[in-house]
């Protein structure tokens, strides 16, 4: 771990908030980074999106995988012998 | 301070990003960050939550064996999220008939918030394996935040089949609540702690961090005990103790610990050449008195001080900012240690010195006997002349 940086000032603080906004809550929630440059917010957001986008990308590809097997599974016996 | 370094290092593996990308970070409260994570975590582990939902629900009819049998054909994630999904009772009658190494893959998806009453009702012998199977992953992380849902009988278990302690400190590190933290510290037999905070002093292993934040999380009979322990070994170790504290501006969390130690054990930290041989450690020390509200636990320690170190102290003081001075002379007040905020006055420039006496004048307006005491101090350091006779 590195040392901390410092906190940039809440002098002037942006108020765009859009932190809180993409995470979907109210301002007040994370006023603490009141002070993070909009610029900033919006990159911490486009990481968020992007663990997203990889975790869905991930449960297609689960899902295509393990999907036929499931559905072997849960066939009657004599069907699941057929379909083989 | 290290708790915002640790939440940091949380978020950081959430986003898949390296640390370093988030560093900015630290510089926010702990308890914001986790805020953040907690948000961000439900944005990316939420996805799709009717499919699993429904998902569970069919699994929840079958057999448990069946629906075993269908969790590892379907894989860890998805079984991750369909267990998120299910009563606790029903994910962890299947769970207890997969097998440990997949249910090691399983923990790397679960969605930690919403999985604790499921982990809590897992086979102890199968949490016990499944914890061993993560410990050689080093997974030490995701177990910090098992951990938290544990009860003492399953943490029991596991610590006894954890043999290498650096495993405890390096998932103790990890866990969410500092007061389970503590409880569960006292649950190890006293000579393997003794061994684990002794670890820290092995310059073999990189434990010091995890031990300093331990010793911080801890109330203070163990903080007093432990710390006084780890602060007994050879000045070598004390010195490394320090330099770490520095590299890493563990100020905030260690400032506390010293503070406790026993008296005998802390002139022996005050007399490491280190402090006077790096001023900015001491103005590092300084810095996070003031910012986390530390002054009344850092001033006893300079009534403690050498003259030669408090030469030092007073050079950092002098460029305090005035606000930063009325601080320090407002824990003086509350905690009665004026002869320590004396002993660095004498030692100020004539202007900080006046500002010292001014500030000392307007609580005589309120309290004309405090300032009487503390006009009577000053002058037994020689600083009788920078107070009028009638205030």
Known sequence: MNPPKTRPSKAAPDTGQPLARGLGCPPATLSEFDSLSRQRQQQLLTMVAQVRQQQLAGLRQALAKALPSLLLRLLPGELRQESR | MLASQVEVRKLAALLAQPESTLQDLTAYPPEALRTLRLLAEEQCL???????????????????????????????????????????????????????????????????????????????????????????????????????????????????????????????????????????????????????????????????????????NLGYGLKHELGDLAASQPAMVLERIIQVAESRQLWPDLIPVIAELSADTQQRLLTLPVLLQQPKILAHIIDAADQHELWSQVLPLVAMMSPQLLERVAEQAAALPDQALRRAMEAALMTEQWPALVSVAQRLPADRQRQVASIIDGYGQQDPQLRRRLVSLASQHQLGQLFSANG
Do not use: K
């Open chain 2, 46 to 216: 939420t996805q799709q939550r009717p499919f699993f939902r429904r998902w569970a629900t069919l699994l929840g009819m079958l057999p448990a064996p069946l629906a075993a049998s269908l969790a590892n054909r379907m894989g860890p994630l998805l079984t991750a999220r369909a267990a998120t999904e299910m009563p606790s009772m029903r994910a962890a009658a299947i769970a207890n008939r997969l097998s440990p190494v997949f249910l090691a893959r399983v923990c790397h998806h679960l969605d930690p918030q919403r999985s604790r009453e499921l982990i809590r009702q897992l086979a102890t012998p199968r949490l016990v394996d499944t914890a061993l199977l993560l410990i050689e992953q080093q997974a030490y992380l995701l177990l910090g935040r098992v951990a938290d849902a544990l009860d003492d009988a399953a943490i029991a278990a596991v610590m006894a089949a954890v043999h290498d302690d650096a495993h405890l400190l390096r998932i103790a590190l990890y866990m969410e609540s500092r007061t389970r933290l503590d409880h569960l510290v006292r649950l190890l037999p006293r000579e393997r702690l003794i061994r684990a905070v002794l670890l820290a002093t092995d310059p073999e292993q990189d434990l010091m961090v995890e031990v300093i934040a331990l010793l911080a």
